[in-house]
């Protein structure tokens, strides 16, 4: 099972290792709030993600991180 807060909705932290085990991108919080960063673990190799969203659209943006995922389950 997971954890789930009072209201029905999982946490925060089950949330995060759910998008992990999907994505595979361990993200830098540490940033400024306008750049994206991250490592994306590939099945071949890690791949740094480094990118201004000020400088790119928000779709553009979610299909390039999307595009990172593998498709074979």
Known sequence: GYEREDDGVPSAAYV???YYKI???DWDYE???ARIK???YGPDIAQPINMDS???S???ISDYLWSL???AW
């Open 16 to 18: 995060t290792q759910l």
């Open 23 to 25: 994505s595979r991108i």
């Open 31 to 33: 940033v400024e709030p």
């Open 38 to 40: 991250g490592i994306h």
């Open 54 to 56: 000020s400088h790119h």
């Open 58 to 60: 928000r779709c553009f």
């Open 69 to 71: 995922v593998p498709t």
